[in-house]
């Protein structure tokens, strides 16, 4: 439904009586309201057609109403491409025949890794391009593909681009109708492809439809946060977007003179902003509440009170008085209203932060939500945990460049106790002969110091990938192998060398120091490489794996003479040759880290070490090749590191926040690595640049499900005032994030032997990590993803199980293994899978399971029923919620065990809810989490345990039924009967 504003001076109106046109209209509009005489009008489409078709003034042709009119004049999206994976001859061509080609639309996505695709579209030139006639114009075509392509207009090239980068004419002198044919050749590296932009511009609007677009974004910013704030702020809010859309000249804008349309989105923007004059007194008056919060905080520590989370707000108030004032006098607008909101924000944290630490004090200490702190000293990493004076200990924290180190002073205020810093072998090597002490000192040394003043502990990240560019200089092949941040020879001597250098350099300095909590290994590791170096560490491989060149020829299906005449495979076309250069691959990189590591641990043999692995461990089959098993890696050090998403969700998403990612690669790395705390050392809980309101909520989320799935350790990425590029509406440009990230630090730790229990809560279930299958199909994942999802919101603990695992006999932990569409199994997986059925386990298939061996050559015979157990097979292709309900009877039957079962009102099934449960001093500990948009009522039955319970976050009392809102979670502890 649109609203429109019918002027007096309209034609429709002068051409007719009114009276008429009343009649007219509510003979169309039926039921609905319509107000005329200068008024607001409300219709269906049909009624908008005949204000067209009479010649009537629309949104955009007179004056926009509302936000919706707005994104509908920006939008000219190109849809409708045809698609087609791999090389096609002659595709450029405008006369090709795509006819039986796929038809998809901008944002659509395509694998494997490095494969290429065309996408074609006829394009006919419109009259109109966002509202202004296009006629003699310039029209150009914007585009954006992962990774990058190249760009033929009527079979003629016009441009290769990477990324956003697509910028094509289409006409130089644009006459509607005429008809232009786009081809794109696509590139896909690693991860899945996309054309995620396609929109048409024109000469003779671009200058306007910037200003609106920008005017646009700051509208998002104006509103975004509606949900979140006082209804009498969002009204507020939204008030003043309808007057500055009211101020827009359209008819300027319609005739496409940009002087005067220009003038009026300068009045807009000067609307949108109009409370900037008011705040700087706003701000005075929260300064002055600040004094008062702070001076009853010294009050209450006088009486032996902690008021961590009251420091807290203070802190926050303190600084964020400063970055409202900067936000504020910044030339974007979107900045200025940041500025103007937290302003609002703060002056609200600050008086509730006074009355908190007043009810605090008046309970006294007995009734304090009391954190213990980390203290700068000693601590050890067992039972994948941090401990120290025995208690379990979180480290949450920021990284990771100039404004940790500045802020470290204050970092305990904020809740928080850990920082990520870097350096690499290019700043303590700048020339060949040449060793920098005093910037190891400088930039490693002097922050150890500060943090160790200041209760804060260190994770240094020792950043190979920062390669002195002299050693290139003078050997260009170093710089020929790689991908990623690694782009230098690992296997070359001269590179292993400077690497050793440098860390022989670095350790002597720190290796003592009391604030270093750990060494990172790599940042965001990849590789692969097809030097000499590599062809001759590949043919040795081969000679350890297989024995003998018969046996290669065997699993190959080949009949190379030797080892020596092996070449280096090219893609996936010699599919069992490529899938044994990726293990290799991955053995190589993993030896490079453990290379790093020996090196580290000559100087500190206790000192935590780990990779910053992204959390890929589920991507498409093309990650295959990119030099990483999870597995391994996992295992480098004591600690499981990771960088890894957990992001606010889209709107179109079924769930409110993307939870997917962090909860199937943590389950991966606590099952393969027990013992070993997960670091997640680049935590993207907020996705680079994005502009959104992201609610508290979100990052109270995000952490506390981290730590339930075993993580110990965390830097946020990434904690700057610079606000451009990645940087860019990071987490300390947001208030109300950084006071959640800060609470929830405070909470872990003041709940740490309870979130400890939870990490630990056994599975009977686990599910089968297929390595050998992920590079043959995705359909492996897809399926795995589905189970797990099924099983997450059915109430029980999955494990993962991987082959390795399996064959060294870690199934008989479980009372059932799924194996979610596994075909390409090696022989003694098989095997061990059989050995568990034939003692009594549970196996449940799904879909083609076990039917090839690594290479692809069938295994006869697969699993079959033998002895004590069952193997059961399960039809492919479900959704989780189907699949929750195939696999419950099954696993109950097996004996899998759910210490508490979540229900909804009368019985009925709840989705979307996340419920964790662990026996805990007699009692049992339940935690929840609700994943999707709406409130849900919940019951949670657990035999022998009461019906009333104990909200540990909070220190309430609960009862149920109940309630449950999206992205606040609950952890419950009841008492038995």
Not at 291 to 320: K, P, T
Not at 473 to 502: Q, S, T, V, W
Not at 694 to 710: F, N, R
Not at 855 to 868: E, I, N, Q, S
């Amino acid at each position: 439904m649109r609203s429109l504003r019918i002027r007096p001076e309209s034609q429709l109106l002068d051409a007719a009586p009114r009276e008429s046109i009343c009649k007219l209209f509510n003979t169309i509009a039926g039921s609905h309201v319509v107000l005329l005489c200068g008024g607001l009008l409300t219709a269906p489409l049909v009624f908008v057609s005949l204000l067209v078709l009479t010649g009537g003034a629309v949104a955009g042709e007179s004056q926009l109403t509302s936000r919706g009119d707005v994104d509908r004049l920006l939008d000219s999206t190109v849809h409708g491409w045809r698609f087609k994976l791999w090389e096609t001859p002659g595709a450029e061509m405008p006369d090709y025949d795509d006819s039986a080609w796929d038809t998809v639309d901008v944002g659509f996505e395509w694998w494997p890794s490095e494969s290429t695709c065309w996408f074609r579209k006829a394009i006919t030139i419109p009259s109109e391009i966002n509202g202004v006639a296009v006629s003699g114009s310039i029209v150009r075509l914007r585009l954006a593909v992962d990774n990058e392509a190249d760009a033929y207009v009527n079979g003629v090239k016009q441009q290769h681009f990477e990324r956003a980068n697509g910028d094509i004419v289409l006409a130089e002198n644009a006459q509607p109708g005429d008809t232009v044919v786009v081809a794109l050749h696509g590139v896909n590296h690693p991860g899945y492809g996309s054309l995620y932009q396609a929109y048409l511009e024109s000469s003779s609007s671009k200058t306007m439809v910037d200003a609106l677009r920008q005017l646009s974004r700051a509208f998002d910013r104006a509103e975004s946060d509606e949900p979140y704030v006082p209804r009498a702020e969002a009204g507020h809010w939204k008030g003043l977007v309808h007057r500055a859309i009211r101020e827009l000249d359209m008819r300027a804008y319609r005739a496409a003179d940009a002087a005067p349309f220009l003038a009026s989105v300068g009045r807009a923007r000067a609307t949108l902003v109009s409370d900037a004059a008011s705040q700087e007194s706003s701000l005075l008056a929260t300064a002055e509440a600040l004094r008062r919060l702070r001076e009853r905080i010294a009050q209450g520590r006088a009486q032996g009170l902690q008021l961590a989370y009251a420091g807290l707000d203070a802190r926050v108030v303190e600084s964020f008085i400063g970055y409202a004032r900067e936000d504020m006098s910044d030339r974007d607008i979107e900045r200025q209203i940041r500025g103007i909101k937290c302003a609002q924000y703060i002056r609200r944290l600050v008086a509730e932060g006074y009355n908190r630490a007043g009810r605090v004090i008046a309970n006294g200490p007995g009734r304090e939500l009391r954190a213990p702190m980390y203290h700068t000293g000693p601590f050890e990493t067992r039972d994948g945990a941090f401990w120290q004076d025995g208690h379990p200990i979180f480290f949450t924290g920021v990284g990771h460049f100039g404004q940790v180190r500045q802020d470290t002073p204050n970092l305990n205020e904020y809740g928080l106790n850990i920082i990520q810093i870097e350096m690499g072998p290019s700043n303590a090597l700048p020339g060949p002969d040449t060793v920098d002490l005093e910037a190891i000192r400088r930039n490693v040394v002097d922050a150890l110091d500060n943090a160790a003043a200041h209760n804060v502990t260190v994770n240094l990240l020792v950043s190979p990938h920062y390669f002195p560019r002299w050693a290139i200089d003078r050997n260009p092949k170093l710089g020929e192998c790689g991908m990623g941040f690694m782009h230098f020879c690992i296997d070359a001597p001269e590179a292993r060398a400077i690497i050793e250098k440098y860390l022989r350099a670095l350790m002597p300095l720190i290796k003592d120091h009391p604030a270093l909590h750990s060494t990172c290994l790599s940042n965001e590791p990849q590789y692969t490489a097809k030097c000499e170096y590599t062809r001759i560490g590949f043919h040795r491989w081969l000679a350890a794996r297989h024995g003998t060149i018969a046996n290669l020829n065997a699993a190959y299906g080949s009949n190379y003479a030797s080892f020596d005449t092996i070449p280096l495979p090219e893609n996936a076309s010699t599919y069992p040759l490529y899938f044994d250069f990726c293990r290799y691959n991955q053995d190589r990189f993993r030896d490079f880290h453990a290379f790093e590591r020996d090196i580290i641990h000559e100087y500190a043999p206790k000192l935590p070490v780990h990779a910053k692995v992204m959390s890929l461990a589920f991507g498409d089959p093309g990650r295959f090749a990119a030099g990483i098993n999870h597995e391994d890696f996992n295992r480098v050090g004591a600690i499981a590191g990771n960088d890894c998403t957990q992001v606010f969700a889209a709107k179109d998403n079924a769930y409110s926040q993307e939870w997917q990612t962090m909860a199937m690669n943590y389950t991966l790395q606590h099952c393969t690595a027990p013992d070993a705390p997960i670091f997640n050392s680049e935590d993207h809980i907020i996705g680079d640049g994005d502009v959104r309101y992201i609610p508290a909520a979100h990052i109270t989320t995000a952490y506390y499900t981290q730590a339930i799935h075993g993580q110990g350790a965390a830097a946020t990425w990434v904690w700057e005032r610079q606000q451009e590029g990645d940087f860019r509406e990071n987490i300390l440009t947001r208030p109300a994030c950084v006071r959640a990230l800060g609470q929830m630090g405070l909470d872990l730790d003041r709940l740490g032997p309870q979130i400890h229990a939870l990490q630990k809560a056994p599975a009977d279930v686990a599910i089968l990590y297929s390595l050998s299958s992920l590079p043959a199909t995705h359909e492996h994942v897809k399926e795995a993803e589905a189970v797990f999802t099924a099983l997450y919101f059915g109430d029980t603990i999955a494990d993962f199980i991987t082959e390795r695992q399996c064959v060294e006999g870690t199934a008989g932990r479980y009372r059932a293994i799924i194996v979610p569409r596994a075909p390409n199994v090696p022989r003694a997986v098989v095997e061990a899978i059989q050995k568990y059925v034939d003692a009594g386990g549970t196996v449940l298939t799904i879909g083609d399971c076990c039917t090839h061996d690594e290479y692809g050559r069938p295994l006869t015979p697969t699993l079959a029923v033998k002895g004590k157990g069952t193997v059961l097979h399960i039809a492919g292709g479900q959704n989780p919620e189907a699949y929750r309900g195939a696999l419950a009877a099954p696993l109950a039957a097996a004996g899998c065990v759910r210490p508490a079962l979540l229900a909804g009102p009368e019985h009925r099934p709840v989705w979307g809810v996340n419920l964790r449960a662990a026996k805990y001093q007699g009692d049992l500990l339940v935690s929840l989490v609700n994943y999707t948009r709406e409130e849900q009522d919940v019951v949670v039955n657990a035999p022998g345990y009461g019906r009333s319970a104990t909200k540990l976050l909070t220190g309430k009392r609960a009862s149920f039924p109940m309630r449950t809102r999206p992205l606040d979670p609950i952890l419950l502890v009841i008492s038995r009967q």
